[in-house]
């Protein structure tokens, strides 16, 4: 099974900072990431696909990059609605479909 | 427009048995995979299993399999998880979704409202 951990583990930002998420998968899942963003009371979102690619809707702040086993997925200049708890997921070889732990985003 | 809407919430004993569903609208329900994923209180999602509804292939977590059932009626679009013996571990917010594989990757791309079950005696 292909772990994912994903660091820190909460990250406390001020509105309009950059801020980066990092996702490392146990052996190479080359660019089979998605990457999700799940508020309380909500159902979890797609945010990025195939490492790299947003999703239809997603604003151009949210960008994904790495490949292999290094992930990033960074937010450019945070927003209030950004809070939330934000999931890496590999897909490249199933089963099982795995998260990762998932990184707190709070506000500052 | 895609929807998934899932059953009600639940409250149970332990020991009691439970099947909670997921309707799928707006799309060709038996030509995408259909996963679940559990969220328990404080902690992070994980993927239980999915089921392909066109011929009810079904694949598990290990980490779920022997605990659960994952089913499907095609004939009305619908997903099913179930449970046969409850226990108060199992209360936790239960998502479908649906998973999408094209050109760019796979992702669970629609999401059901999620259910919750609470067990507790």
């Known amino acids: 099974e292909i772990v994912m951990t994903q660091s820190p583990a909460t990250l406390s930002v001020s509105l309009g900072e950059r801020v980066t998420l990092s996702c490392r998968a146990s052996q190479s899942v080359k660019n089979n990431v998605a990457w999700y963003q799940h508020k309380p009371g909500q159902a979890p979102r797609l945010l990025i696909s195939?490492?790299?690619t947003r999703a239809t809707g997603i604003p151009a702040r949210f960008s994904g990059s790495g490949s292999g086993t290094e992930f990033t997925l960074t937010i450019s200049s945070l927003q209030s609605e950004d809070f939330g708890v934000y999931y890496c997921q590999q897909y490249n070889n199933w089963p099982p479909l795995t998260f990762g732990g998932g990184t707190k985003v709070e506000i500052k | 427009e895609v929807q998934l809407v899932q059953s009600g919430s639940e409250v149970k004993k332990p020991g009691e048995s439970l099947k909670i569903s997921c309707k799928g609208s707006?799309?060709?329900?038996?030509?995408?995979?259909i996963g679940w994923v559990r969220h328990m209180p404080g902690k992070g999602l994980e993927w239980m299993g999915i089921?392909?509804?066109?011929?009810?292939?079904?694949k598990y977590s290990p980490s779920f399999q022997g605990r659960i059932t994952i089913s499907a009626d095609k004939s009305i679009n619908t997903a099913y998880l179930q449970w046969g013996s409850l226990k108060a571990s199992d209360t936790a917010m239960y998502y479908c979704?649906?998973?999408?594989?094209?050109?760019?990757?796979?992702?669970?791309?629609?999401w059901g409202q999620g259910t919750m079950v609470t067990v507790s005696s």
């Open positions: 979704a649906r998973f999408f594989q094209g050109y760019v990757g796979e992702s669970f791309d629609f």
């Open positions: 195939g490492a790299s």
């Open positions: 707006g799309y060709s329900f038996t030509t995408f995979w």
């Open positions: 089921i392909f509804p066109r011929d009810s292939d079904t």
